[in-house]
């Protein structure tokens, strides 16, 4: 009687197997469906570029016009201009405190007579 439900179970293993491998088969398949469109969509893009000279859609001239952006667009280049000019104003500071300490740890190495 034992040999019975060691059968059993062997043939409910050799069901999930099979199982298994048709989802696989099946994950496979869509993968496959997937991959080939993204390829579709890829050459549709390359082939859009190509129609278009390979040129990105272009900003509308009129933008360039706007005086109000255009202000704007500056403000934001001399803000930004100032901040970089105060943190240079800073690093040449310490630089030139890091260059004085550097002359004087020398000049004492220099003066104490090493034993």
Known sequence: MGETAD????VAKGEEKEKHEK?????DANGKEGK????KEKKKKDKDDRENGGKEKQKKP?????AGKLKLK????DTKMKDLAAK???IL????????RAANTSGEAARTPSS
């Open 7 to 10: 059968s059993d179970k062997k």
């Open 23 to 27: 989802k696989e088969e099946h994950d």
């Open 36 to 39: 080939e469109e993204k390829t």
């Open 62 to 66: 009129l933008d360039k016009m706007d």
């Open 74 to 77: 500056l403000e934001k280049i």
């Open 88 to 90: 240079r104003e800073e």
């Open 93 to 100: 500071k310490l630089l030139s405190e890091a260059e004085k």
